[in-house]
């Protein structure tokens, strides 16, 4: 059975950091594209950063470059999302997804709520 857990979202202040993590299970990881995605209210599901499957090229929107970093662990079967210097409008539901080709999974998300 497919499986992608997110975990690691909360609430926190402005200038911020959290660690998004995503644990995939049921298929063969490294041979997925992994990425992040997010949608806040009344929004649209966008792309926030992908990385290959040897990890060796990363993707990012331009509103998160120099911010967020994608980082994944073959041997753990885990894909990272380190997020810095959050801002109020970084608030989503963030959505860890798997591609290969014709074959693609979504986790079922971890919300993120940037406030003071």
């Known amino acids: 059975q497919v499986q992608l857990v997110e975990s690691g979202g909360g609430l926190v202040q402005p200038g911020g950091s959290l660690r998004l993590s995503c644990a995939a299970s049921?298929?063969?990881?490294?041979?997925?594209?992994m990425s992040w995605y997010r949608q806040a209210p009344g929004k649209e599901r966008e792309l926030v950063a992908t990385?290959?499957?040897?990890?060796?090229?990363?993707n990012y929107a331009d509103s998160v470059k120099g911010r967020f970093t994608i980082s994944r662990d073959n041997a753990k079967n885990t894909v990272y999302l380190q997020m810095n210097s959050l801002k109020p409008e970084d608030t989503a539901v963030y959505y860890c997804?798997?591609?290969?080709?014709?074959?693609?999974?979504w986790g079922q998300g971890t919300q993120v709520t940037v406030s003071s």
């Open positions: 997804y798997a591609n290969r080709q014709s074959d693609d999974y």
């Open positions: 049921g298929f063969t990881f490294s041979a997925f594209v």
């Open positions: 990385i290959t499957r040897s990890g060796g090229r990363t």
